[in-house]
C-alpha cells in the first residue's frame, strides 16, 4: 500500500524553467511533509518541508504548496538550473516523526 | 564535520552469508533508522531506533535485525541474505524531538548473488 503517490517519475526541463513535481498522501493523521533531494551516489538531504496548517512555504527557487482539503503538496523549482539535476522524494511523516513514508521519487534533468 | 557514515560503501556476497552493515552517527541523535532505496518504490523504512535498547519495526523488516547497544551505532544485520535483498541501505539519524529532519549517510550498494 503506497501511502504516498509522487508524479511523475521523471521530468526533463529547460535551464530558467519551473519544475513542478506533484505528492497525494492517504493518511489525514501526517502532520509534516518534508523534502528531500539526492544527488547520484549520495544520501537523501533535506530540502525543505512544510506543516499542514500552511499553505506554502518558500525558501529561494524552492517552493512547497500544500492543499490540506485535497491531501496533496508540490515542489516548485523556479528558474531550474543544471545543478538542480537530482531526484527527489515527497515524504510524509505522523506526529513525532518516526515512521516517514517517501513517496517514490522523481529524476529531474534541467537541459543547460 | 557532523555525519552519518556506514561501512561497507559497497558489498556482493553470496546467499545465506551473514553480514553487519554498519552506521554511526556523530551529532549525538537519539534516533536513528534504516531504509532501503529500490527503483520506483523510492525508500522503505526498515527499523528504527528512538534510543539505546529501543528499537522498533518498519514496513518492510522481513529479514533484518538491528541492535542499539550504543548511541552512535546503528548496525544492520542480514542474517541469511537472499537475492531479493539487493537493495541501496541509507541509514539516518536526527534529535528526538525532530525526528521527521533526517541527516542520511552515503549508502550502502548490496548485492547477493
Known amino acids: 500500500q503506497q501511502q504516498v503517490k509522487q508524479s511523475p517519475q521523471s521530468l526533463i526541463v529547460q535551464k530558467g524553467g519551473i519544475s513542478i513535481i506533484n505528492c497525494a498522501y492517504e493518511?489525514?493523521?501526517?502532520?509534516?511533509f518534508p523534502w528531500y533531494q539526492q544527488f547520484p551516489g549520495k544520501g537523501p538531504a533535506l530540502l525543505i518541508a512544510?506543516?499542514?496548517?500552511?499553505s506554502e512555504k518558500k525558501e529561494g527557487r524552492f517552493t512547497i504548496s500544500f492543499n490540506k482539503s485535497a491531501k496533496q503538496f508540490s515542489l516548485h523549482i523556479m528558474d531550474s538550473q543544471p545543478g538542480d539535476s537530482a531526484t527527489y522524494f515527497c515524504?510524509?511523516?505522523?506526529?513525532?516523526?518516526?515512521?516517514?513514508?517517501f513517496g517514490a521519487g522523481t529524476r529531474l534533468f534541467v537541459k543547460a | 564535520e557532523a555525519q552519518v557514515t556506514q561501512n561497507p560503501r559497497y558489498l556482493i556476497t553470496v546467499t545465506g552469508k551473514k553480514l553487519t552493515v554498519t552506521c554511526s552517527q556523530n551529532?549525538?541523535?537519539?534516533?536513528m533508522s534504516w531504509y532501503r532505496q529500490d527503483p520506483g518504490l523510492g525508500l522503505r523504512q526498515i527499523y528504527y531506533?528512538?534510543?539505546?535498547?529501543?528499537?522498533d519495526k518498519g514496513d518492510v523488516p522481513e529479514g533484518y535485525k538491528v541492535s542499539r547497544k550504543e548511541k552512535r551505532n546503528f548496525p544492520l544485520i542480514l542474517e541469511s541474505p537472499s537475492p531479493n535483498q539487493t537493495s541501496l541501505y541509507f541509514c539516518?539519524?536526527?534529535?528526538?524531538?525532530?525526528?521527521?529532519?533526517?541527516?542520511f549517510g552515503p549508502g550502502t550498494r548490496l548485492t547477493v548473488t
Open positions: 539516518a539519524s536526527s534529535s528526538i524531538d525532530r525526528a521527521y529532519e533526517q541527516y
Open positions: 493518511n489525514t493523521a501526517f502532520d509534516y
Open positions: 512544510i506543516r499542514p496548517d500552511v
Open positions: 515524504a510524509a511523516s505522523p506526529p513525532g516523526g518516526f515512521k516517514t513514508i
Open positions: 551529532m549525538n541523535h537519539e534516533y
Open positions: 531506533s528512538m534510543n539505546v535498547e529501543v528499537t
